[in-house]
């Protein structure tokens, strides 16, 4: 009979830490917040831009959910920051959910696109996927707006940190 309830307990705790951990919150996020967020010296930032509806960046999702993975015990954050309007927040939490997407996930909270895009990069055209590099102890802040395979990710973080 003990072993019956704990066996049952377990299965209990099992499935709720599962459901936890794939219930994934998307906040909105502003340039400012986001800026501090990317404040740490010791930490290696990796921004990606991106939306639901871009099919390059939806490509390319697995892949910095894969750098985060690779580099969890590493001082390397990536953030994931939907560039969908913010009446689509369900829409993104949803996807995040579906994708079951490990990395942070934010969706731009953007009064202005044109201000939140230069804000990241004065020479970003808004063309997405984009990334942003961020080394606040090795004074680099780099832009990429292209795609990304996962060896090419790599690299970046490796010649970056």
Same mark, same amino acid.
């Given at each position: /009979?003990?072993?019956?309830?704990?066996?049952?307990? #377990? %299965? *209990?705790?099992?499935?709720? &830490?599962?459901? *936890?951990?794939?219930?994934?919150?998307?906040?909105?996020?502003?340039? =400012? !917040?986001?800026?501090?967020? /990317?404040?740490?010296?010791?930490?290696?930032?990796?921004?990606?831009?991106?939306?639901?509806? +871009?099919?390059? +960046?939806?490509?390319? %999702?697995?892949?910095?959910? =894969?750098?985060?993975? $690779?580099?969890?015990? =590493?001082?390397?954050?990536?953030?994931?920051? &939907? /560039?969908? *309007?913010?009446?689509? %927040?369900?829409?993104?939490?949803?996807?995040?959910? $579906?994708?079951?997407? #490990?990395?942070?996930? *934010?969706?731009?909270?953007?009064?202005?696109? !044109?201000?939140?895009?230069?804000?990241?990069?004065?020479?970003? &055209?808004?063309?997405?996927?984009?990334?942003?590099?961020?080394? @606040?102890?090795?004074?680099?802040?780099?832009?990429?707006? !292209?795609?990304?395979?996962? @060896?090419?990710? @790599?690299?970046?973080? =490796?010649?970056?940190?």
């Amino acid at each position: /009979m003990l072993l019956k309830r704990l066996f049952s307990a #377990v %299965l *209990f705790l099992s499935f709720f &830490s599962g459901a *936890f951990a794939q219930s994934k919150t998307v906040n909105l996020l502003s340039i =400012q !917040q986001l800026n501090k967020r /990317m404040s740490n010296p010791d930490t290696v930032y990796i921004v990606n831009f991106w939306a639901t509806w +871009c099919g390059p +960046c939806v490509k390319e %999702l697995p892949n910095f959910d =894969q750098l985060q993975t $690779t580099y969890k015990k =590493q001082p390397v954050k990536v953030l994931l920051v &939907s /560039m969908d *309007f913010k009446s689509k %927040l369900g829409e993104v939490k949803t996807f995040t959910k $579906t994708r079951k997407l #490990v990395s942070d996930v *934010f969706l731009a909270d953007k009064t202005n696109e !044109q201000s939140f895009i230069d804000g990241i990069d004065k020479s970003w &055209s808004g063309a997405l996927p984009g990334t942003l590099v961020v080394n @606040n102890k090795k004074h680099i802040r780099k832009f990429y707006e !292209q795609e990304f395979t996962y @060896n090419e990710l @790599n690299k970046l973080y =490796q010649t970056n940190k």
